[in-house]
Structure formats: C-alpha cells, structure tokens
C-alpha cells in the first residue's frame, strides 16, 4: 500500500468530481461544434461568397478611344502607346539599390517613389505599383537594357490620348480629364468609372459617348499575394467610334498660321450646308497637357491668363460687329423701302443728331454717297440717316433675322448669344429710354450691339446663298468608318430671311465692290481669278478721342495694345455661287481692311489650292 | 521481468484514437503544404511523417516503467526542466523576437516543452501526498504556487505568451479538480482580477492588439484582424461538405496565414466541411473522455491526478487553438496538438500520450491484491 494509493472516501470524491469534469468537457465541446456549425452551416454561404471574393479579381481592360478625323479622313486626333514604369513590391530585392538605379537611369526623385509606395501600402505585394507614365523613348531605352540590374520594375504599356497637331484645332476637339463625382453620379457617362478620363469640352464631350468605347474585363484569379494565377474569363473592350469633322485639316493650319501672334477667331463655313470648315481661336492651347497630367502652375497661368486661351472665341467671343453690321442695316432698309438703290447722301464727315455730332470714320467725307458706295467705303454718315429712318426697333428685328442674338446652336463649346439691343430691353436692363444717338451707334456696329465670329460667319454666309440660315455644323459622320456609320451630317436649316431677290442683289454687289472696287475698304482681300466678296469692320475700343491721347502719352508713339480697334473681315467666295464664307477677328488688330482682309485671302488662297472654290467640294 | 498482464491490458483504443488524428494530420498537412510544395511544403510534409514514427517510440518508451517510479524522480525532472529554461535565456537561440529554443548539435527543442509535464507531475505528486482527502486553502497552497510561478515566468520571459497561459490554466484546472476552498478561491480570483490591468501594461505592444483584435474583430480587417478574418473565411466557406481534398482556395491561394502551424485546423475546415471539422472535435472529446476513464480507473492519486493533468493539456490546447481560429477566442500562437506541425511539440505530447497509456495500462496490477481499509 502506498502512501498515495486511494482510500475509498477519496475515490468516491474524484468519482464524483470526474463525472462533473465531463459535463463540462461535453459542454465545451459542442460549443466549438456549435461555432463550426454556425461558421459552416448557418453562415456558410456568406463565407462561401466572401472566399470567391478573395479568390476572383475583375481587371480592367479599357478600350481605346476612338479617333477623331478631319473631313478628308486626315488624323487629328488618335492614342499612343504610353510606356508606364511600374514596380511589383514583392519582387524588389534591395530597395535602396533599386531607387538609386532608377534615380541615375530616369532621373526619378528617390522621395517621390517612396511617397507612391507608401500611398499604396494597402495594395497586396505582387500588384504593381506606377512608378512613372508616359517615359520617353530614352528613359525607356535605359530600363530596357538595364532590366537584369532593375529586379521588380516592369513596363506597361497604356494607350494615350494623342493630340497630333499639339494646340492646332484645340478648341474644336477639346481635351480630356478624369470624370469627376458628380459627372458619375449624373447617370450620365454609363459605364465609365472613377480615373477615367472623358471629353471635357470640344468635340471630345460631344461625341463623349461614342468615342468612349467599352470597356473589356478580365476575371482572374489571384493569390492572397496579389499574384495572378489563372485566367478565369475575359471580354474585350470594345473601341470607340471614329468622329470626322468637316474641318479641313489644311485649311485649319493655315487659317492658324496667319493667327500667330494675334488674338481672335475665324471660322470658315460652307455656306450651302452649314459644315465649318475652319475655327480658329487665339491664342491655343495643346490638350496633350491635360493628358499627360497638367501640373498646377501650368494650369493656373492657362485658367487665369488674361489671354483666355481655354476660350474658344469662334464661340463665345463677343465683339461689337462695328461697319458689318451695315450688311443687315442696309438690307433693312431695302426691305423696308426706307432706301432705293439709287438714293443719294452727301457725306461730309460729320452728321448732326440734335445737338450731337457723329463723325464718319473718313475725315472730309465721301460726298455724295449711294448704297453701293456707301457699303464699299463704309461710309457712315449714309447709315446714320438710314438707322435715323428705320429706328432700333426695326433695325434690330432685321438683326434677329439673320440669327444675331441668339446661339447658332453649334454645340462643342459654351456658346454666347451676343446682344441685339432694342428700346425694350433698354428699358428693361438700365430702366432708361433709348436715346436716337445709341441708334446712330448701333448702325455702324458700336454701343451695346454685340456678335460672335460665328453668328457673323452664318449671316453672311445667308446673304449669298439665297438667305438660308444654316445651324452651323462640325462632325461629318461618327462610327468606325465612313461604310459604318452611327451619325451622318444632315444640313440643317433654320430659317431663311425671306428678302427680296433683287434687295439680296443689290447688297452682294456692293460687298463685291467692297473687295473689287478701286476704292473699297477690303480690297486686300481681292484674287484676280476669283470673285471675293466682303465686308470689312474696325471696332472702336474706346473714343478716337481717348485713342489719340494715349497715343501721345505713349513714348514710341504707338497706341496701346488694349486701345487699338478691333479688326473685322466677313467674307464668301465666289461671289456667285460660294462654296466657302469666313469670318475673322482680331482683337485689336487695327483696320479690319488691313489686318483681317489679308487674313481672309490666305484662307481663300488655300480654299482654291484644295479646289473647294471651282469644284463642288463634297 | 515484462508482466504479461501489460499486453493484455494494452490500451487500443487510446493508440488507434491517437493514430487516427495523426493520419488526418498527415493527410491535411499534405494539402496545407501542397501549394508550397516545390518552395519547401513537400519537406514539411515528411518530416512531419518522421516526427510522428518518432513520436511512437517515444510513446512505447515511456509505457515501458512503472509510472510509480517517475513519483520519485518527479521533483529531479522539475528541477531540471528550470535548469533549461534559465538555459534558455542565457544560450537559446533567438528567432523571430523570442529565445525559446536550445541546440544540442543537430537537435533543437523547447525547455518549456519539458516544463509543461513536470509542472504536472510535481502538482500531481503534491497532492497525492496527502493521504485522505481535504478542501485546500490558500495557506496550503504556497508550494504549488511557487511551483507553478517559476516555470511560467521564466516561459513569460521567453516571451512564449502562449506556452505560459498553458501552463497557468493547465495548472488552475488541477488545482480546482483537487477541490479547493471555495473563500481561498473567491480570494485568488478578486486578486487575479486587481492584477489583470498590470499585466495588460506588461503585455507587448502585438499582444494588446490581438487583444483587442479579439473585442473589436471587424475594425482592421487587413491589419491585426487579417488571420482571423481569413480563417473565418476559409471556415465558412467550407460549407457542410467542404470544397474538397487540395481544392481550398484560401490554402492553396495563400489567404490563408500559418496554415500548416496554428490554422491547420482552418484547411481541414475548408476542404472537409462541416463534416470534417465535426469529426476531428469528435475525436478529441473521445481522446480527452477516454483519458478522464483512466483517471477514474487509475488506483492512486499520483497516476489519477497525472492523468488529469495531461487531459487538461489537451482539452485546453484544442479549446485554446479551435476557439482562436474560429474567432471565439484571442489570438493566441498555440497550435492545434497532434495536429499542427512541429517536432518538439509533438513529441511532449507523445511522450504525455506514453505517460497516459503508462497509467492506463498499469491500471489492473493490483487486481485482487486490493484489500479495503476497515
């Protein structure tokens, strides 16, 4: 017998004891049954789901946008491999080294590499980190033939939206730039996500929807690592659809060339349909910037330049017409049989208006002047009488005829209506009556009267093609090719002014002689082989008066750039049958005779090169 | 010499249970490892075959001694196993932050491994000393106080969190078995509680956060809370039947953390289901019963009390490891027994295995001989 044999008191007591002990065990256990059944059983398939969800991964294939054409199918726009240098982290052997070799081979700030790992931390380790967009050939080149040294660094290659022609035509296409909250919530832009970059204005929001394409997907599955282990399924993007513009590549370039330097717009149309042909608004911008990511100086000096560049003054410039506006003053005046053709003014330089006197712009006058004369000289004293006669209110219906003070409707930028005052809306906005001077100064295109280079470009363009005012166009079709198309150009027509022929005849003429005639204010504008008529405008910025002192105060004795008049040219040829009209401006360019008229030449000088004037062009 | 009653009273049962938790190890270990196969995985699957023949012998050898003896040398063995642990704080190896391990050449073990069955001997043979029974107080716990306090701090200094908390509710469980004064425990718990916030201080900064991992589960689901997360998952979206031998994707993709290790009972989950899981438990609650029926069947109290002990091991081991990776409990790094890889764990508790079957098959030597004290 041991000391620690049992007695049968204690043994009765761990009897006892151990058959407690069991309960609890027993217990215990179908707790952690019960745990399983409720993991496994209960709640199995949320678990069941939330494995797949670990296990399958959905990647992104986006597709390629679509590229947009000129009118003759020359590329404007298109996309570019872009060469991205990315890192796997878990790849990486020795961090320092890497960052010092990517420092020496690319020139990549050591502190910014690390800024992008740490931003991605949360990422697993086997999915790569972008470490540079968009290398040049030379970067690329030097990974390439260092890649053995460079253990974890990868190159992707991305497609990049591509501006070939860098700031040419900028403001008609656009530019891009990654959709924001409210652009996604707005239902809007299905199918696109968060970092996508989409058309922000131009014909890249326009055809937004189009151009966008598809995007593909690939369903992978990857380890806890990141690291894709299988291809599940996949679905190809989808690329966008092509959009040809009625641009004339050609005519573009050039119309941008004599531009440099100036501010202002043209725009060309084909006055038989609508489709511009050229717009032009300078100074440009180049929308590759905005893909490549805009830094934010560059940003900042491009919004708040006082230059405007991101404006597309085709559009939204508003500019007192000055003497143009005599085109729809004088037709007025026909149709209203306030004039005759042969209806004579003497014109002496000054005209009197109460106690008022308004000068012609030419000292001394013209004489005596008739209608023809008086729209090919410009004479001003002929129009003051005439606008005296018809009064604002008539004057300013005529106006609305040809479509002034109201959109075009062109729709690829923040059109402005420009402004067609009349008693009313004076009354309205300033609770003043009108005075007769303000319609002395409306006449000739001063005061409040205020148009844009496109609204200018369809009025004339509607006095030499029978009065048709067209909605002024710019895509020719959209789809993959000319064969397949989603979208055809359709001419619209919006209404016609409803003149009499012979009135319509008798103002061609005079814009004839005002390119033609020994005399005439556009004669800068005159081929020899080609009819060219026109209308030539020079905008007061301020008072002659004004000008001449601050000319004065000026030590070269030149007139400060802000003072000096603004320069108009309207224009069609030929004149009998156009086959292209035009509209330029220039800010403060001067004599519209002299700094626009010449403008319009070279534009029409490449219209007849590419045989848009003797041949029908479609 | 070799009693024959020995064979006739060889327990099968207790070896065919533990056979059949070793194969399913195997079986799940290969899985566990198999997307690693060709990085190592393949290593780990036959050395754990080799850690379990070698954990066999070591359960024979230490069937083949009278228990009783290991009576005498209870406090020799405990005293050794503080040597190595004080051994192992001077000249352990360090890996990962913690020196828990010593090297005598080509072999490497745990001291506290060791420390984890002399604990339980040397309380075994404390409270088998007294002859008849009696409802302990605190002042007779003062020994195994000491007793249990020195091997777990010097454990805690490792630091191996895990091993300690082992050793103090392995010890709790005996001590509460042997009855003990119920104001001495109401003392014991209020005191345990008044330390508690000292503790937390004292814990390692990863410690608090798995603590806290364990309250707030759902707050840092890719940081702290990741393992249990994904164990959950891989749980879960076994379903009843499981997705199959070698099919679960959480292993083979690696969501999975330590899953050959600590959550190799979340694989078995994965790929086996409800099912699965349900019959491993199932076999434990058997080992564990069937090891309480030795107890009971044990004719001293030093065998009785040992064998208690060594449930207790396996009962808080397996509580400790299925509660963590199913998220009932903390995170804890103590691996599923007879289950998990590892070489030293596994051959203590085969040598634990050994001493229970010792007791078992010795449990019929004084048939007849037993005469009741009048």
């Known amino acids: 017998m041991r000391k620690s044999d049992f007695d049968p008191v204690s043994k009765d007591i761990f009897n006892k004891r151990l058959k407690r002990l069991t309960l609890i065990i027993v217990v215990v256990f179908s707790i952690l049954i019960l745990r399983f059944w409720f993991l496994q059983v209960v709640n199995g398939h949320m678990y069941r789901a939330k494995s797949e969800n670990n296990r399958i991964r959905i990647l992104d294939i986006p597709p390629f946008r679509g590229m947009i054409l000129d009118r003759n199918g020359e590329i404007f726009v298109d996309n570019r491999p872009s060469y991205d240098l990315y890192v796997i982290p878990e790849e990486v052997q020795d961090w320092e080294k890497l960052i010092i070799n990517l420092n020496l081979l690319t020139g990549l700030d050591p502190e910014s590499v690390k800024l992008k790992l740490n931003k991605e931390k949360r990422k697993p380790p086997f999915s790569p980190v972008c470490l540079k967009r968009d290398m040049s050939r030379n970067e690329l080149a030097k990974i390439e033939s260092h890649r053995f040294n460079l253990p974890g660094i990868i190159v992707k290659i991305a497609s990049q939206r591509h501006y070939i022609y860098g700031k040419s035509a900028s403001h008609i296409l656009g530019y891009l730039g990654e959709i924001n909250e409210k652009q996604l919530s707005s239902g809007r832009y299905v199918g696109n996500k968060s970092g996508d970059l989409i058309g922000k204005s131009g014909v890249e929001k326009k055809w937004q929807k189009y151009l966008n394409g598809i995007r593909g997907g690939e369903q992978v599955e990857v380890e806890a690592a990141g690291r894709i282990i299988r291809v599940i399924a996949q679905k190809q993007a989808i690329p966008g659809a092509n959009v040809c513009l009625t641009i004339d590549k050609d005519l573009q370039a050039v119309a941008e060339k004599a531009m440099i330097g100036k501010r202002g717009a043209i725009v060309a149309m084909d006055p038989d349909n609508g489709q511009i042909l050229v717009m032009v608004s300078s100074p440009s911008f180049d929308p590759n910037l905005f893909v490549e990511g805009i830094d934010e100086t560059t940003w900042k000096e491009m919004a708040l330049s006082k230059k405007f560049p991101l404006q597309n003054r085709a559009l939204a410039g508003q500019y007192s017409p000055g003497s143009v506006f005599k085109i729809v003053v004088a037709l007025a005046g026909l149709e209203e049989g306030v004039i005759d053709f042969g209806d004579e003014v003497v014109c002496n330089g000054i005209y009197k208006l109460g106690r008022s006197s308004f000068r012609c712009w030419k000292r001394g006058g013209h004489g005596k002047v008739n209608l023809y004369r008086a729209l090919a000289e410009s004479c001003d004293v002929y129009f003051y009488k005439l606008g005296e006669q018809l009064g604002i209110d008539r004057i300013s219906e005529y106006a609305r005829k040809f479509g002034l003070g109201e959109a075009t409707g062109i729709d690829i930028g923040q059109e402005k209506r420009g402004l067609v005052p009349n008693r009313a809306w004076k009354l309205k906005k300033y609770g003043e009556s009108w005075q007769g001077g303000e319609t002395l100064s409306t006449v000739i295109g001063q005061s409040y009267v205020l148009v844009t280079p496109i609204q200018m470009v369809v009025a004339v363009a509607a006095v030499f093609n029978g009065g048709n005012i067209f909605e002024p166009q710019i895509t020719r079709w959209v789809g993959k090719n000319e064969a397949e198309k989603i979208y055809e150009f359709v001419p619209v027509l919006k209404g016609n002014l409803g003149f009499r022929q012979e009135n319509l005849e008798i103002v061609k003429k005079a814009l004839i002689g005002v390119v033609n005639d020994p005399h005439g204010t556009g004669k800068r504008a005159r081929f020899k082989n080609v009819t060219v008529a026109g209308k030539t405008g020079t905008v007061q910025v301020v008072t002659r008066k004004r000008q001449q002192e601050l000319q004065k105060l000026n030590k070269d004795n030149e007139i400060p750039y802000k003072a000096r008049d603004h320069a108009w040219f309207v224009a069609v040829a030929p004149a009998a049958k156009p086959r292209i009209a035009i509209a330029v401006l220039v800010e403060h360019g001067g004599h519209g005779g002299s700094t626009a008229a010449p403008i319009a030449r070279e534009i029409i000088s490449e219209a007849i090169k590419k045989n848009y004037i003797f041949r029908e062009p479609r | 010499m070799f009693d024959r009653r020995l064979i006739q009273n060889f327990d099968w049962v207790l070896l065919l249970l533990l056979l059949f938790i070793a194969t399913i190890s195997i079986i799940n270990l290969y899985s566990a490892t198999y997307a690693i196969r060709n990085a190592g995985g393949a290593q780990v699957f036959t050395k754990q075959i080799y850690w379990f023949s070698i954990g066999f012998i070591v359960l024979f050898i230490m069937t083949s001694f009278n228990y009783y003896r290991l009576e005498r040398f209870a406090n020799a063995f405990y005293f050794l196993s503080i040597a190595l642990l004080i051994l192992v704080l001077i000249a352990g190896k360090v890996t990962s932050g913690s020196q828990r391990w010593l090297g005598f050449g080509p072999i490497s073990f745990q001291p506290s491994e060791l420390a984890k069955i002399s604990v339980v001997m040397v309380l075994a043979r404390f409270f088998s000393e007294e002859g008849g029974y009696r409802e302990y107080r605190l002042r007779d716990l003062g020994r195994p106080f000491i007793l249990i306090g020195i091997p777990t701090l010097l454990i805690l200094k490792e630091p191996d969190l895990g091993t300690a908390i082992l050793v103090v509710v392995v010890s709790a469980s005996i001590i509460l078995f042997v009855k003990i004064n119920r104001k001495s425990l109401l003392i014991i718990v209020l005191t345990a509680l008044s330390v508690a916030p000292f503790i937390w201080l004292n814990l390692k900064e990863y410690q608090q956060k798995r603590i806290m991992t364990f309250i707030r589960p759902d707050k840092d689901l890719f940081g702290a809370g990741y393992h249990i997360h994904q164990s959950k998952i891989a749980i879960g979206s076994g379903q009843v039947w499981g997705k199959g031998f070698l099919k679960g994707t959480q292993t083979k993709l690696h969501f999975l953390p330590e899953q050959h290790t600590d959550f ?70 103590i691996p599923l027994l007879l289950f998990s890889y590892g070489g030293s764990s596994l051959i203590s508790t085969m040598a634990a295995m050994g001493l229970l079957m010792n007791i078992s098959m010795r449990r019929f030597m004084f048939q007849g001989s037993y005469i009741p004290k009048k």
């Open chain 2, 264 to 333: 190799a009972m979340s694989v078995l989950a994965e790929e086996w289901g409800f099912i699965g899981a349900a019959l491993l438990l199932c076999l434990y609650l058997l080992l564990i019963l069937w090891g309480l029926n030795i107890a009971k069947d044990s004719k001293d109290k030093f065998g009785s009390i040992t064998a208690i002990g060594i449930v207790a091991f396996i009962f808080w081991q397996v509580v400790i490891n299925v509660g963590m990776v199913t998220g009932l409990l903390p995170v804890v790094g």
